[in-house]
Every structure is written in structure tokens, then in C-alpha cells.
């Protein structure tokens, strides 16, 4: 019997809000359309609920860290309104090309990479094989195939390049987190009742 929770990995900025590029005002963050309902289902069903968001504006001198603090606390404020609680929230503040030096470097956390998910997972005993990876471009299904999850993209228009590979083919496509999080509860419920019949 396996003790480690099963998460959704969730991207910030045109997956979980509205985006607006390199936004740290929370009074210009606003839920995507359902998203809190979409997270209820998922938290309904067993899921933590992680944020992981690449922050290059820290690098490039845009905001700092400390401007993040309330933006997680808006993000947290608008879930509450839902009854939803998120149980953890990581960002990159790197970008090879910024102009702040300790922030200009190469890092294993900004996605594509996955270590903000393989962190994350380290420190919440998250079991990846069994948790997701939801976001608006590959870049998030990249890191969410490279840290193990399944992966859903929001097919919403923020994808535009569409360089395709094995690791950047999402398990499923989804035009909202909403219906995104229908999906995978209906996979849920599959495997559920399969799991069920197995024992009879």
C-alpha cells in the first residue's frame, strides 16, 4: 500500500488565471473561466494541488521574489472562495537571458525542465507516476512527461510554435481546465470501477 499522494501539477498563467504577461498586481489576477469548480472536482477526488510557474521576470529585473508572496496569497484567496486549497506553490525565477546575475543562469527548474515538480514531489511525497501535469503550452506537458506524469495542454491558442516530439505529445488536450479536470475524473472513475471488478 503506497502512502504517497497523488498530485495535479497545475501551470499559473493562462491555465489556472488569466494571462497577463509578467503580471505581479493580484487585483489583475482573475480565475480562468470554471477554474475553481475544475479544482474542487480535483480535489474531490484525492488530487494535491500544486502550482508550478516559470517567473522569468525575477531574472530579467521586472519584479522580484518577494512580489510573488502575494501573488500566491490572491491565488489562494480566490480558491478559498471555492473551498479549494492549494498545497503548494513553486516557481523558476531564472532565465538564461536576464540582467539580474544570480538569476541569469541555466537551471533544471524551468520548464521544460521538471524540477520544480521532481522538488515538489521530493518534499509533499508525491507519487508523479500517478499524478498530472495541466498547462497551456508543451513546455509544461515537456516537464510534466520528463518528471513521469500524465499530461494534459490546454489547447487554448497560447501554444505557437508547436515543436512536436514524443515528450511534448500530450496523454490528453483539453480547451479549459474545466473541462481538463472532467477528463481526468472520468478516467478516474474508469479505473475506479475497473480496479473494482478486478477484486470481485
Known amino acids: 500500500m503506497t502512502t504517497s499522494k ?46 508550478v510557474t516559470n517567473q522569468s521576470g525575477v531574472a530579467r529585473g521586472l519584479f522580484t521574489e518577494a512580489a510573488l508572496g502575494p501573488v500566491h496569497q490572491r491565488l489562494s484567496d480566490l480558491l478559498a472562495q471555492y473551498g479549494v486549497r492549494l498545497d503548494g506553490f513553486y516557481y523558476c525565477p531564472h532565465h538564461p537571458e536576464g540582467v539580474v546575475g544570480r538569476y541569469a543562469v541555466p537551471c533544471t527548474c524551468r520548464k521544460p525542465m521538471p524540477g520544480m515538480l521532481l522538488r515538489a514531489a521530493s518534499e509533499l511525497d508525491i507519487d508523479v507516476s500517478r499524478s498530472w501535469m495541466i498547462g497551456d503550452i508543451l513546455h509544461d506537458v515537456e516537464a510534466g512527461r520528463r518528471a513521469g506524469c500524465q499530461t494534459v495542454l490546454i489547447d487554448n491558442g497560447n501554444e505557437t510554435e508547436w515543436k512536436m516530439s514524443p515528450q511534448r505529445t500530450p496523454h490528453l488536450s483539453a480547451p479549459d481546465l474545466y473541462t481538463a479536470a472532467t477528463m481526468i475524473a472520468s478516467i478516474e472513475k474508469e479505473g475506479h470501477a475497473g480496479s473494482e471488478a478486478a477484486s470481485q
Open 6 to 51: 497523488r498530485a495535479i501539477f497545475l501551470d499559473k498563467d493562462g491555465t489556472l488565471v488569466e494571462d497577463v504577461p509578467y503580471n505581479v498586481n493580484p487585483e489583475l489576477i482573475e480565475l480562468t473561466w470554471n477554474a475553481g469548480q475544475a479544482l474542487q472536482i480535483l480535489q474531490q477526488l484525492g488530487f494535491a494541488l500544486i502550482v
